[in-house]
Structures are given as C-alpha cells and as structure tokens.
C-alpha cells in the first residue's frame, strides 16, 4: 500500500477547513502565502496541495486572481491519490542527479560526450520549433546515467521521468504555464553539465547538474503561481545543496 504523501495530508486539512469553516462555492480561498505562514509549512508543499484540490474539484483556481471554492466534488480517483507531487519528485531528482553526473565526470568516453552532444542538438531544434516535446531533455539525464556504468542509476533516472508522465499533477502544473521562454535556460544549463563533463571535472558536474534542477524548481514555482504574480521568492529549500551551492 502507498503511504501517504505530505501535500495529500495537508490538502486534507484544506479540505477540512471548507467544510468546517462555512466557505461557499464562489468564496475566494486563502491566498498559498497565507496557507504557509498559517500552517508553517514550505511554499511548494501548499502549491501542490492546491494543485490535488483543484484536479479533485474543491479549487477553480484562476490565473492571476486566487482560488476559488467549486462545489463538493466526486471522490478523488485512486491514481491521484497515489500521485508524486513534483516538487517532491524534483527534489528527489536534485539530490540523486547531482551526484551521478559527478561520479559521471570520472567514468564518462568520448563516445558519451558525441552522444551527448547530439542529444543537445535534438533538444535544441525541438525548442527552436516551438515543439513541446521533452524526450530530448529525458534522453540527455538518461545518458549521463549511462555515462556511469551502472544500470542501477540508469534504472533510478528512467524511473523518476515515468514518474513524471504519467503524473496528474505535472500536467496540471505545466497547464498553468504559458511562457515557454524558460526552456532556452534550461538548455544553457545542460551545456554547462557537457562542458563540466567533458573536463572531467566531478565537482564542476555535480554543482551544474545541481543548479540546473535548481533552475527548473524555482522557475516552475514562479511561473506556476496563480494567486500572487508577484511573489518575492518566499520558496521551498533546496534539496540539501552540495558545497558552493546557492
């Protein structure tokens, strides 16, 4: 049996809090910034606690405006309830990658570093054609886990991306992004991690590989905020950080 996720516990006391607290379909929810003050709990644990209630139905939640309460929806489906929340997930990936591509720095060929290369390539011409495809950027963390040798890290990479296509939550967090622009970042950030890797340099690998996961998380929370567009980066930490991290 799945045990329990964080945000499925405190998506529960949301839920709670609109049965108990007299909010009527149409009243407007409190804010995610007050949620997490109120509550003491990270930024992003709240954002993915929203994001269940608004695949469940308890949240019509409106860009730029907030979250608003919908009527007492159907019983959650059981695929949701077993859902990885993807913050969650990134900061798994953040605390797994950065080391396999520092221990890749030692291990990888000059067979790795050419395929790598094309695979930047592939992504690079899917973001020029406006393609919202993302198996080049799958292909590129999969390969530096083959860079290391070990199919166990290989079998952990693809199993954290399955995770993530197959995730309800995902979907509905990338719905709510329209500026793509931050994809052109993300790929400057995998050409740091080649140059890394092609110096053979584990330190510079692992903090690149680091930073970049860190990108997308911060990038994703931004760019995933309905209620405040202005939001100052009160955010969830790091996955740990690595020495000379941010």
Request: charged letters at 30%; hydrophobic letters at 40%.
């Amino acid at each position: 049996m799945t045990a329990k996720r964080r945000y499925q516990d405190v998506a529960e006391q949301l839920v709670a809090r609109i049965q108990t607290e007299g909010f009527q379909p149409g009243d407007k929810f409190p804010t995610e910034r007050q949620i997490s003050e109120e509550m003491g709990i990270s930024r992003s644990l709240v954002r993915e606690a929203f994001i269940m209630l608004e695949i469940e139905g308890w949240l019509d939640v409106r860009k730029g405006s907030g979250s608003y309460v919908n009527a007492r929806p159907e019983p959650a489906a059981a695929t949701l309830r077993s859902d990885v929340g993807p913050f969650e997930l990134l900061q798994a990936r953040q605390l797994l990658e950065c080391n396999i591509a520092g221990f890749a720095a030692s291990t990888v060929t000059k067979a790795d570093i050419l395929r790598l290369r094309e695979t930047l390539a592939l992504e690079r011409a899917a973001i020029d054609a406006g393609d919202d495809d993302y198996k080049a950027d799958r292909q590129f963390h999969v390969q530096i886990a083959e860079a290391t040798q070990n199919s166990v890290l290989v079998d952990l990479v693809e199993e954290l991306w399955d995770k993530r296509e197959v995730s309800p939550m995902w979907d509905r967090l990338h719905r709510r992004i329209f500026d793509m622009g931050y994809r052109t970042q993300w790929l400057d950030d995998h050409e740091e991690i080649l140059e890394a890797l092609r110096h053979r340099n584990p330190d510079r690998a692992r903090q690149a590989m680091w930073q970049h996961l860190e990108n997308v998380r911060l990038t994703l929370l931004e760019l995933s905020d309905v209620g405040d567009p202005d939001f100052d980066g009160y955010l969830y930490a790091a996955a740990g950080g690595i020495a000379g991290g941010a």
